[in-house]
């Protein structure tokens, strides 16, 4: 079990579209653990293993009770300064595949642990229909809704290279590279 340093913008690293599990080993169930202690310790409610530089297939997400529907909130997404004190519900997506969306969309006010501290609103599809295995190599399908469903989809972008960012206007992105620059420069 281990902290891992979490890669932000611009690091080519999470342009990169990461390979599928082959096999569902300890070495991965390692990664899996890797994974959840770093998103705890960054207050996250989801990450992609290419945040913490690993080329694979897997996602993990902890919504750690928070109420569906509470849009405006200031992150969706996976940084959402969870709640400490909320209860735990560990999630693991090995090899995630969205199969259907739904044509109705919902929007989020979204935050990345990546892009640390910005937020931008994302309309993406309301429901998503999502197959993927646990952490036995077990396969499983079902459709989420709510935030569960934007999370889901914010983290398989991820695996696909994809950030939150790409889906608002270049002149929203332009503001918030901006403001996260000016945030770094401030220490
Ligand atoms: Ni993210």
């Given at each position: 079990m281990?902290?891992?340093?979490i890669?932000?913008v611009?690091?080519?690293v999470?342009?990169?579209?990461c390979e599928?599990v082959?096999?569902?080993t300890?070495e991965?169930?390692?990664i899996?653990?890797d994974m959840?202690d770093?998103?705890?310790d960054a207050?996250g409610?989801g990450l992609?293993?290419?945040?913490?530089?690993?080329?694979?297939?897997?996602?993990?997400?902890?919504?750690?009770e928070?109420?569906?529907g509470?849009e405006?909130?200031?992150?969706?997404?996976?940084e959402?300064?969870a709640?400490?004190?909320g209860?735990?519900?560990p999630?693991?997506?090995?090899n995630?595949?969205l199969?259907?969306?739904?044509?109705?969309t919902?929007t989020y006010?979204?935050?990345?642990?990546s892009?640390?501290?910005?937020y931008?609103?994302?309309t993406?599809?309301?429901r998503?229909?999502?197959?993927?295995?646990?952490?036995?190599?077990?396969?499983h399908?079902?459709e989420?809704?709510?935030?569960?469903?934007?999370c889901?989809q914010?983290?398989?972008d991820?695996?696909?290279?994809?950030?939150?960012?790409?889906?608002?206007?270049r002149?929203?992105?332009?503001?918030l590279?901006?403001?996260?620059?000016?945030m770094?420069?401030?220490?």
């Open positions: 281990a902290i891992l340093p890669v932000e611009p690091d080519p999470l342009r990169k579209v599928p082959a096999e569902v300890d991965v169930r390692g899996v653990a959840f770093t998103m705890y207050r409610i992609a293993a290419s945040q913490v530089g690993i080329l694979q297939r897997i996602v993990v997400i902890d919504l750690q928070r109420p569906e509470d405006g909130d200031e992150g969706a997404g996976d959402a300064d709640d400490a004190g209860t735990r519900n999630h693991a997506f090995i995630p595949e199969l259907s969306v739904s044509e109705e919902s006010n979204e935050g990345c642990l892009i640390p501290e910005q931008a609103e994302v993406r599809p309301a998503c229909h999502v197959r993927w295995l646990d952490t036995d190599g077990q396969s399908e079902q989420f809704d709510g935030l569960m469903a934007t889901m914010h983290e398989i991820h695996l696909n290279g994809v950030l939150f960012t790409d889906h608002i206007s002149l929203k992105r332009g503001m590279m901006k403001k996260l620059d000016k770094r420069r401030n220490g």
